[in-house]
């Protein structure tokens, strides 16, 4: 059982900056693959990142190639995400959520992700 709480969202102008953090409960957090997703109102939930359990693999939607960055640390069962540029269209809550798997391997496919943190809303303007 993994439990997520993320934090770090708030309302940012366009061309700004905002890092995400996502604190894990539980054992064993570098067996899990992690991701980062976005929801915005009447869109479905996507994928923005993904990071294999070593940290060593990592998977971004075009969207978010070149401008956010996802890291984790093991020690103290983190992951982060760095948002630069950010734009209108960046707008949404945004999820972290966890999947048991080998340590090497990312999971791109949102239905695969077993856990997930409540939440935490970006908001950008123009």
């Known amino acids: 059982q993994v439990q997520l709480v993320e934090s770090g969202g708030g309302l940012v102008q366009a061309g700004g900056s905002l890092r995400l953090s996502c604190a894990a409960s539980?054992?064993?957090?570098?067996?899990?693959?992690m991701g980062w997703f976005r929801q915005a109102p009447g869109k479905e939930r996507e994928l923005v990142a993904t990071i294999s359990g070593t940290g060593g693999s990592t998977y971004y939607a075009n969207s978010a190639k070149g401008r956010f960055t996802i890291s984790r640390d093991n020690v103290k069962n983190t992951i982060s995400l760095q948002m630069n540029s950010l734009q209108p269209e960046d707008t949404a809550v945004y999820y972290c959520?966890?999947?048991?798997?080998?340590?090497?391997?990312?999971?791109?496919?949102?239905?695969?992700?077993?856990?997930w943190g409540q939440g935490t809303q970006v908001t950008v303007s123009s």
């Open positions: 539980g054992r064993a957090f570098s067996n899990y693959a």
């Open positions: 959520a966890a999947k048991f798997t080998s340590t090497r391997i990312v999971v791109i496919t949102t239905s695969a992700y077993n856990y």
